[in-house]
């Protein structure tokens, strides 16, 4: 009746129900069958129910794969998300199927235990383009969109800003200095952490004035042979607000996975 992905979390399912917000970086379309792997990437829908049924609260979305099917396939993505927000609470930002939608998810504002955090996620480029208005993914490059976004994070009194861009360069470990100018660009405009997708190999990590910044975690899942891309990384943040109301976030925390 389908795909079985139950191993694939199998080891660190406490890890993610434990997580007040669990965010996972799906890098792939739901466009339905065929299902295709590289460099076309479809897969089947109960991947996403499995991360939803893990315990992942979050789906980031923008990636360079996210019009790998076009706009069909990635409309088809947010329906399904769309869905599982509907049957398990997921929420998903990086893409939106029209304005408000686009709106409402950038930045992507999440409460839990008192504490207001806003997601930012964007992807240098993708690998197709768009003949349609809609839907649409958010891009570096817009830096002038970016800032409006973070503006919007701090009118809605965010204690806490995650930037998770998709960026860098492929099996490459250490960043680039278009990736350091623009995490520098992102602490300038009030972002607290940045956590990087898309080289699927494990980058090296930096603090920007207090900001922690790990500019690749790798891959989660994949079956990749290349060289350093069966190692990933699962980044725990934690926050603590104090008596008087002040918001400090603690090291980050990283864990191997394999």
Same mark, same amino acid.
């Given at each position: 009746s389908g795909y079985d992905f139950s191993s694939y979390f199998s080891l660190i399912g406490d890890e /993610? &129900?434990? =997580?007040? @917000? $669990? /965010? $996972?970086?799906m890098e792939f379309t739901l466009a339905g069958e065929p299902y295709t792997g590289y460099p076309c990437?479809?897969?089947?829908?109960?991947?996403?129910?499995h991360l939803a049924r893990c315990g992942f609260d979050v789906f980031l979305a923008a990636n360079n794969h996210i019009f790998d099917k076009?706009?069909?396939?990635?409309?088809?993505t947010i329906d399904i *998300?769309?869905?599982?927000?509907?049957?398990?609470?997921?929420?998903?930002?990086? @893409? =939106?199927?029209?304005?408000?939608?686009?709106?409402?998810?950038?930045p992507l504002m999440i409460r839990r235990k008192g504490i207001r955090i806003a997601l930012l996620n964007f992807t240098y480029g993708t690998n197709s383009g768009l003949d349609t208005r809609w839907p649409k993914t958010n891009y570096i490059g817009e830096r002038s969109k970016i800032?409006?976004?973070?503006? &919007?994070?701090?009118e809605e009194d965010a204690d806490y800003i995650i930037a998770?861009?998709?960026?860098?360069?492929?099996?490459?470990?250490?960043?680039?200095?278009?990736?350091?100018?623009?995490?520098?660009?992102? +602490?300038?405009?009030?972002?607290?952490? /940045? @956590?990087? =997708?898309?080289?699927? +190999?494990i980058q090296d990590r930096d603090t920007i004035?207090? +900001?922690? %910044? =790990? *500019?690749?975690?790798?891959? $989660? %899942?994949?079956?990749?042979?290349? &060289?350093?891309?069966?190692?990933?990384?699962?980044a725990i943040i934690?926050? +603590?607000? *104090?008596?008087?109301?002040?918001?400090?976030?603690?090291?980050?925390?990283?864990? *191997?996975?394999?």
């Open positions: /993610i &129900k434990k =997580a007040d @917000i $669990a /965010i $996972a970086n990437f479809s897969a089947p829908d109960t991947l996403a129910g076009g706009a069909k396939g990635a409309d088809r *998300y769309r869905r599982l927000g509907e049957s398990h609470g997921i929420r998903f930002t990086g @893409i =939106a199927g029209n304005e408000s939608e686009m709106e409402e998810n950038n800032a409006r976004s973070l503006s &919007k994070a701090e998770l861009p998709h960026w860098g360069t492929e099996y490459i470990l250490s960043h680039s200095d278009s990736q350091e100018d623009f995490a520098r660009w992102l +602490v300038e405009n009030g972002v607290d952490c /940045i @956590i990087g =997708a898309h080289p699927h +190999v004035g207090t +900001v922690p %910044v =790990a *500019y690749s975690l790798g891959n $989660a %899942v994949s079956n990749m042979s290349a &060289k350093n891309t069966q190692l990933g990384l699962m934690r926050l +603590v607000r *104090y008596g008087n109301g002040d918001i400090r976030s603690l090291p980050t925390e990283f864990k *191997y996975l394999w």
